[in-house]
């Protein structure tokens, strides 16, 4: 049973646009992680949040951590054509649990 | 490049067949875990060991097993397959113990398994 809905499952944008990803659940996670994964290879991590409202930025991405824990978005400022991928959200209840995905295409 | 290795990296094979995949963490790392991502179910959650004992379980059929043996790596054996088998079969490891999760995981290459 998955835990963790993502939205959109699809995304396909053009270099330079923004975006935004979401990641919900009705569970409450002691932490929630995001992932990249690029064809052939396993998922790489991009950021750990564990208070609840946190935002941590990278570069061009910010992650938020919902107040109540149970939510999480990631943002994309000037998407780049590097930026596609799948992105995946995973919450720690007493396993690691990621969400259904969000494939991002960024076009030139 | 990870530092978690696994082996094979493709695997075709028929239905009722056995296969054993093997996983290398990364050195010193005493966590691995087992993940199955197939294109309609994203990424699942198998099994977890720690140190040689399990951890976690997840939605890990009967038909599978798996073990983490006294240096570190790890096989998960899938057995009488059937198609809805066909999947990549990722091997994390970290160095976070118990159910920790604030630390990273690192993923392997991954093995596709195909069933015919």
């Known amino acids: 049973t998955q835990l963790l809905e993502q939205s959109p499952q699809f995304l396909s944008i053009q270099e330079g646009e923004n975006l935004t990803v979401y990641c919900n659940s009705s569970?409450?996670?002691?932490?929630l992680q995001w992932y990249r994964q690029e064809p052939g290879e396993g998922p790489v991590l991009l950021v750990t949040?564990?208070?609840?409202?946190e935002v941590k930025k990278l570069k061009r991405l910010t992650f938020q951590f919902g107040d109540a824990r149970k939510d999480s978005s990631l943002h994309i400022t000037a998407a780049q054509p590097g930026d596609t991928g799948l992105y995946l959200c995973?919450?720690?209840?007493?396993?690691?649990?990621f969400g259904t995905g969000t494939r991002l295409q960024v076009f030139p | 490049d990870s530092g978690v290795t696994q082996t094979p990296k493709h695997l075709i094979t028929a239905t009722g067949q056995r296969v054993t995949l093997r996983c290398s963490p990364r050195?010193?790392?005493?966590?691995v875990y087992w993940y199955q991502q197939s294109l309609d179910q994203g990424l699942q959650f198998l099994i977890q060991?720690?140190?040689?004992?399990?951890?976690a379980k997840g939605n890990i059929l009967e038909r599978f097993s798996a073990q983490q043996f006294p240096d570190l790596h790890s096989e998960l054996n899938l057995s009488s397959l059937e198609l809805g088998d066909s999947a990549l079969y990722f091997c994390?490891?970290?160095?976070?113990?118990?159910?920790?999760?604030?630390?990273?995981?690192?993923f392997g290459e991954g093995s596709r398994l195909t069933v015919l």
């Open positions: 949040v564990v208070t609840g409202g």
């Open positions: 995973a919450g720690d209840t007493d396993k690691l649990i």
């Open positions: 569970s409450v996670f002691s932490s």
């Open positions: 050195s010193g790392d005493l966590s």
């Open positions: 994390a490891s970290s160095a976070i113990s118990g159910t920790d999760f604030t630390g990273e995981l690192f």
């Open positions: 060991y720690y140190n040689g004992e399990e951890r």
